[in-house]
């Protein structure tokens, strides 16, 4: 069996690479390379056990049985010479020499566990960012060698992982920071806080699966053809950086919505707004609102913004470095002291006069028995001070019409509306909100399995200002 690789691609394919993504657009045939992986592999090395996994049955039968290339057609030949069987009442492949594909689905969390006692020789995760990290991660605990003997050609390249994925859905954050960001063909050794495997990511775009383009060359046309270039752009080139269809990006330019960190004039009001989390992280956002006079920018120039538009002039996201949606576990007289250490030691906020804005209202909520202070009033003791956002019923929806509106305004060319920008320095809100998936279920809404707590703290912080009308609310200081 004959793998079909990029030159590229094939040598860290067959590198000691052992958790390898094949990440991208459309019609990089990273299904069809899989399921030739570990045909391959099942033929080669006797007992291997591989599992293959989507997320649903539907899914894995559709993409991995159906078809002209999906495992019946592609076995066909062995199967009538009975070198293999597929047991269609059991979902594996079982090959003569004893080696095995289990056809596997996890629709629900709590499903990872029927995994628990396998011994998975390679693990092959179809369409990663459908999954949960937690999910993988329990996936990749399962992965062992055991005592399986393994052929001299392939000492040092087993137990292995075989992930594929396009850009989007509720996994698109960790999976980009854990491989995309890692950069294309960058084999590195991770730490054993994860997994301690090496890892690898490769583009795997249409361009690389000759197959498709000669049987099909109008294809990339038809890419072309969906119209929304957004769209097209992730498609055609794997861009991660951004989700179309998802909540902002169609009004997301980092042209105009990212900044220079400048100097916020004295006049400015400064306010700060929060998302409480503890085992899920939580977020901090300190914001400048214009009040229409001229501004100093970095380069010499001078530049006027609308009145009352919003800047988003620092951050502290508390997420564990290097996870994704993993909290800090603080309690919330430490974020408090936290928030103040860094009002008076950053620059931007040192000597400022901070306004007391909106957060999640359920922190001044008493579940934590009667004897104990709110998580609210933990923080007030420490002299930070909150009010209430607005979480009134349709208030989610009509958040994030209100911050697309903001990002909106900032690209009208000239500028008549209350804007919305990003200082350079808040990189995880530049990070996250670009790539906020819609909910499937109400594309009016965010998908609340997503990354979401530096979206509801921006979405308080806009609501606070718009259910007021005025500044004037922003009231209490510290």
Known sequence: MVLDLHAK???????????????????GGKSHLMRAALISWSYDIPGLQSYLFRRTLDDLLMNHMDGPTGFP????EWIEKKWCKINYGKNFIEFWNGSKIHLCHCQYEKHVYKYQGPEIHVLAIDELTHWIKKMYRFLRSRVRIGGLEIPEKYKGMFPRILLSSNPGNI?????????????????????????????????????????????????????????????????????????????????????????????????????????????????????????????????????????????RIAEWYGCVNGESNEGLKLTAREIAQGIMERQE?????????????????????????????SIGEDMEDEGVFWERSDKSPGSRVNGWEIIRGRLDAALKSPQEDEALYFFKSCKDAIALLPIMPRDENNTD????????????????????????????KLKGAS
């Open 445 to 472: 809404d965010l998908d609340t399995k997503s990354e979401d707590h530096i979206a509801d703290e921006l979405r308080y912080a806009c609501l606070h200002q718009f259910a007021t009308g005025t500044q004037a």
């Open 345 to 373: 030691s950053w620059n931007i906020l040192k000597n400022r006069h901070i306004m007391s804005g909106p957060a999640d209202s359920s922190i001044y909520a008493k579940d934590r028995g009667e004897a104990q202070n």
């Open 73 to 76: 057609i592609m076995l066909a």
């Open 9 to 27: 691609q094939g040598q860290a394919f067959l590198s000691e690479g052992t958790e390898l993504l094949f990440g991208g657009g459309a019609g």
């Open 171 to 311: 996994g698109h954050n960790w999976v980009k920071k854990d491989f995309v960001d890692l950069g294309p063909y960058n084999l590195m050794k991770m730490p054993p806080r994860e997994g301690g495997m090496k890892r690898i990511f490769i583009p795997s775009l249409a361009i690389d699966n000759p197959t498709l383009t000669e049987n099909d060359p109008t294809y990339m046309d038809k890419l072309e053809g969906l119209g929304n270039p957004e769209l097209v752009k992730a498609m055609k080139s794997g861009d991660w950086n951004i989700v179309s269809g998802g909540m902002f990006d169609d009004k997301w330019c980092e042209e105009i919505h990212i900044l220079d960190d400048f100097a916020i004039p004295a006049r400015w009001t400064v306010f700060r707004a929060f998302d409480w989390g503890s085992s899920k992280p939580f977020s901090v956002g300190w914001y400048a609102i214009a009040d229409g006079t001229d501004v100093a920018m970095p380069d010499g120039n001078y530049r006027s913004f609308i009145k009352n538009s919003y800047f």
